[in-house]
């Protein structure tokens, strides 16, 4: 659905005002689509991960471990880079941790125990068996 004539004034007068107010954030944001950078350095993680198997192969076969090693080296960088930019490429959600998103523990909201450190389950059965 395209803006009105007066939308788009308005949006503009906002543009400007943002560009005037802070050059650095206005720049970052006109850059583009974030996910698509992460998606580029995700598909050079993995292309890394190709050439440097490709490499530490080659130093196997002509029995070079300086060579096997720098192959390892830019596998193992193009593994972390990938692993690095997955989320901000996938536009993948984590699931929130033991404290939950508001902060309580999972064993106070009756939340899955698996996801608790074995330490505070056995604590918790612990308490139970004294409270009877």
């Known amino acids: 659905m395209p803006l009105s004539e007066h939308e788009q004034r308005l949006l503009e007068q906002i543009e400007r ?3 005037d107010d802070d050059p650095k954030f206005a720049s970052s944001v006109r850059t583009g689509d974030r996910r698509q950078k ?8 993995g292309l890394l991960v190709l050439v440097g198997l490709a490499v530490l192969v080659a130093g196997a076969v002509a029995e070079s471990v300086p060579l096997g090693v720098l192959g390892f080296l830019v596998a ?3 593994a972390a ?4 930019h997955y989320r901000g490429a996938t536009g993948a959600v984590e699931a929130p941790g033991p404290a939950g998103p508001r902060g309580s523990t999972a064993a106070g909201r009756g939340g899955r125990r698996g996801r608790q450190p074995m330490k505070n ?5 612990f308490r139970r068996r004294y409270d009877q």
Not at 38 to 45: D, M, N, S
Not at 121 to 125: F, G, Q, S, Y
């Open 17 to 19: 005002a943002l560009v």
């Open 38 to 45: 992460a998606r580029r350095k995700l598909q050079l993680g």
């Open 81 to 84: 880079l990938g692993v690095l």
């Open 76 to 78: 193992f960088g193009g």
């Open 121 to 125: 389950r056995l604590e918790e059965r």
